[in-house]
Nanobody, 117 residues
Framework: VQLQASGGGLVQSGGSLRLSCEASGRIFGIDVMGWYRQAPGKQRELVATITEGRRVQYDESVKGRFTIYRDGAKNAVYLQMNNLTPEDTAVYYC????????????WGQGTQVTVSS
């Protein structure tokens, strides 16, 4: 199973980006999909998650600016990021948790988001 993340880049403060992540390979029973980020010198932190039932959770710092959604048919998760600020600069990682008899967790390779002031 591989997670392919894309959509990062350089954007000015106040701009928008959409991150995409698609799981490929033999995977089923996907439960929670999410995005995490890691800024230089900091620990990886939760940005947003979405369950199979479309229940969402956001870090307080992104509420009202970011929207997470998923496409079950594509095993994909997306993160629409609006009104970006320099504090959002980080490497963003997608995460997928699935139950295939036993629980599995997968991470994407990370995509860089840089917001200039």
């Amino acid at each position: 199973v591989q997670l392919q993340a894309s959509g990062g880049g350089l954007v000015q403060s106040g701009g928008s980006l959409r991150l995409s992540c698609e799981a490929s390979g033999r995977i089923f029973g996907i439960d929670v999909m999410g995005w995490y980020r890691q800024a230089p010198g900091k620990q990886r932190e939760l940005v947003a998650t979405i369950t199979e039932g479309r229940r969402v959770q956001y870090d307080e710092s992104v509420k009202g600016r970011f929207t997470i959604y998923r496409d079950g048919a594509k095993n994909a998760v997306y993160l629409q990021m609006n009104n970006l600020t320099p504090e959002d600069t980080a490497v963003y990682y997608c995460n997928v948790r699935a139950f295939m008899g036993v629980p599995y967790e997968y991470w994407g390779q990370g995509t860089q988001v840089t917001v200039s002031s």
